[in-house]
């Protein structure tokens, strides 16, 4: 009697314990890897896994992540499907978790699954600046480097790798297609042309490519480069002057003009014979400085000096006669 007990016993212990399985959770990927890698782009509901689960009676499956959903696609096979816009920029991946209980027995399995993001090229390169404006001197050696044009691109890989270009591409400045760094191609000169301006581009390499523009205006700044030039009179010029006119007459008139900017620009004029009763005002007049009628030498050569205001002042000489008449 006793050792019948003992065998019933025995024998609904090995039969629960057969029954008494856990849900057997697999995970299909999708991919040879076992990776589970689904596009940012991917519309809502789409299918990043599918998970086929062994159970006995009846089995409920739940996940704890609000961006995926599971559906049920057949008797024991479940899929796992995006429930939400994705983002690689923001969220680059996802631990989710996903439980399966069989409802009779209580018992219950768990999986947890590795989705990752993958990028899309969603983003151009961004300048930190939508302008630059930078002052340089005229003229200054081929190669000076300027400045850096920075773009930021938020993807990765190649979706994120920027290439920097300049159009035009013949404005007298080049690029470093890797660095962004902007340097002198050409002398530029300021009297030709005040500022230089042009865009940098800077291109992803994804595909399609992304790009995004800044501009940039490049003021040159004056250097005193050139020297006062006459305008009247010509070299060796014959002013008259007549004997009878008392000091201080005016004689003539010299018109000398620089292309610089500013002081590089202003003028002053000055006679280089400080000996010879002649002067000349700040506007160019030429005057006597001495009673013409005492005169006795008839004739005059003047050197008259135009020079700049520059820190390093440049000058023009132009050689004039004055001929004193009856
Ligand atoms: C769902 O994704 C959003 C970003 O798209 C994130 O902010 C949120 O934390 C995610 N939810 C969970 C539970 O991970
Ligand atoms: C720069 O971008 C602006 C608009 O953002 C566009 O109008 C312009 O044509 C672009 N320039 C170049 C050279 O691509
Ligand atoms: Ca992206
Ligand atoms: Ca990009
Ligand atoms: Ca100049
Ligand atoms: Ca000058």
Do not use: W
């Amino acid at each position: 009697m006793k050792k019948t007990v003992m065998k019933i016993i025995l024998l609904e212990t090995f039969l629960l314990a057969s029954a008494i399985e856990k849900p057997v959770i697999s995970v299909n990927t999708f991919s040879s890897d076992g990776k589970i890698l689904i596009l940012e782009s991917s519309y809502v509901g789409t299918a990043v896994a599918a998970l086929a689960v062994s159970y006995h009676t009846e089995v409920v499956c739940s996940i704890d992540n609000d961006n995926f959903t599971l559906s049920k696609l057949i008797a024991h096979t479940y899929l796992v499907k995006t429930h939400a816009t994705l983002d690689r920029e923001f969220v680059s991946s996802y631990v989710v978790g996903v439980a399966c209980e069989d409802q009779q027995l209580r018992l219950s399995s768990s999986v947890s699954l590795n989705i990752y993001i993958a990028d899309e090229n969603d983003n151009s390169p961004e300048f930190q600046q939508k302008s630059y404006i930078y002052k340089v001197p005229e003229n200054i050696p081929i190669g000076t480097y300027i400045f850096a044009a920075e773009a930021n691109d938020q993807d990765i890989g190649k979706n994120g790798e920027i290439v920097y270009e300049i159009i035009p591409n013949h404005c007298g400045f080049i690029i470093d297609a890797n660095t962004g760094e902007v340097m002198t191609s050409h002398y530029h000169d300021r009297e030709s042309i005040a500022a230089v301006s042009f865009d940098v581009i800077a291109k992803d390499q994804g595909s399609p490519q992304r790009k995004s523009n800044a501009s940039v205006t490049v003021e040159l700044q004056d250097v005193n480069d050139n020297k006062p030039f006459f305008l009247y009179p010509f070299d060796d010029y014959q002013f008259l002057v007549s004997k009878n006119c008392g000091i201080g007459t005016l004689i003539g008139i010299v018109i000398a003009f620089d292309i610089d900017e500013g002081r590089n620009g202003q003028l002053t004029f000055s006679v280089k014979n400080p000996d010879l009763p002649f002067k000349i005002t700040t506007s160019g007049e030429i005057r006597s400085t001495g009673d013409m009628n005492k005169d006795t030498r008839g004739l005059y050569y003047l050197t008259i000096e135009a020079s700049d205001h520059g820190d390093y002042s440049l000058s023009s000489q132009i050689n004039v006669k004055i001929v004193v008449t009856d």
